[in-house]
């Protein structure tokens, strides 16, 4: 579990502290002009079209320092901004951020999570653009811009699903929202004793899927070499049901999904199944996945079977069909969404 710091970050100094830590941080990108160390950044995506995803976090909202190495934290972060990047079949370019701390951190703690960003940068290739530290009262709040890039013909809005496409998924689901539920479960057992040491004995899976989710590059790469153009896309944060009825509401569509072609882990579906929770809900519902939804047409039916972890997992209907759900039964239900929280 974390502890408190004694060292605060000094404000005296900021800008030289600022330079000091963006040597770790050099350029890459062909199209960042002006990194850190001007008053603002420069890119030139030399004729694409620029994405940028704008994301403010806040300690004890969207993150707790209970169990959340500081490490991981910066990692997640900057995969959650460069998400909705990628969510535009758009490539990662640059990410701009923004840290507010208190005296609780010291400057070793500051590190930490920027080596963590600076791992997510080198994973999709993007440059930090911009970095800026000031005070927080208390709570740390940290703030990220990722800019992407993205030809033209090749950007992708959740509007342009049409009937009988394919909607398919990135990676698998509910195993970040029961990574969650395990790590809250162990706080409460630490608040009670905190002698007590966790036991997440062979659920390093889950842990990893709520603490250092990957951005899913990959996929943007692999739809590019197949030549597989969506028609529609979306980030998979808040859960399945409502990334698809973002695609369906923006295109005008209904859809319906299949239960059974829901993906899951094994681990997942039997850790919910002692946590005593339905399996599907926690996949249409539980969130915090960054993984990516997208429509195809269904001449790519054989293009997509080539692309490693992607799953169809329904079609696109007509408006009036409405958002369907057909369960492992064969029961078609409503599907609904929880949405933001």
Do not use: W
Not at 51 to 65: G, I, P, Q, R, S
Not at 107 to 135: F, Q, Y
Request: charged fraction near 25%; include cysteine.
């Amino acid at each position: 579990m974390a502890e408190n710091a004694t060292e605060p970050v000094k404000m005296p100094g900021k800008y030289e502290l600022i330079a000091d830590l963006a040597k770790f941080f050099p350029t890459e990108s062909a199209s960042t002009v002006v990194a850190t160390g001007d008053d603002a950044t420069v890119v030139e995506p030399d004729g694409n079209q620029m994405v940028t995803a704008a994301k403010v976090f806040v300690e004890n909202v969207h993150f707790d320092l209970t169990y959340f190495p500081l490490r991981h934290l910066g990692y997640k972060l900057a995969t959650v901004a460069f998400s909705d990047v990628l969510a535009m079949n758009a490539v990662p370019s640059q990410l701009m951020v923004n840290i507010a701390v208190s005296d609780r951190f010291d400057l070793k703690m500051v590190n930490e999570i920027l080596s963590g960003v600076g791992s997510c940068c080198e994973t999709v290739h993007a440059d930090l653009a911009g970095l800026d530290l000031t005070t927080s009262p208390r709570e740390l709040v940290i703030s990220m811009t990722a800019i992407g890039e993205c030809a033209p013909a090749q950007l992708c809005t959740r509007k342009g699903a049409a009937e009988n496409e394919l909607i398919c998924v990135s990676g698998d689901f509910a195993a970040a929202y029961t990574g969650l539920l395990l790590l809250e479960r162990e706080k409460k057992v630490f608040e009670k004793n905190p002698g007590a040491q966790p036991d997440f004995t062979g659920m390093d899976y889950l842990l990893r899927r709520q603490l250092k989710p990957e951005p899913r590059i990959d996929i943007i790469e692999s739809l590019r070499r197949e030549e597989i153009l969506p028609t529609a896309m979306a980030n998979v944060s808040e859960g399945l049901a409502t990334a698809a009825m973002q695609i369906c509401k923006a295109s005008h569509k209904g859809c319906v999904l299949f239960e059974e072609k829901l993906p899951m882990t094994e681990l997942t579906f039997t850790t919910l199944k002692d946590l005593d929770i339905v399996h599907t809900v926690a996949a249409l519902n539980g969130g915090d996945d960054y993984e990516l939804m997208f429509t195809i047409k269904q001449a790519d039916f054989e293009k997509i079977k080539k692309v490693d972890n992607v799953s169809i997992i329904g079609y696109i209907k007509e408006e009036s069909a409405g958002y369907q759900l057909i369960t492992g039964d064969n029961v078609q239900v409503p599907l609904r969404a929880q949405g933001f929280n």
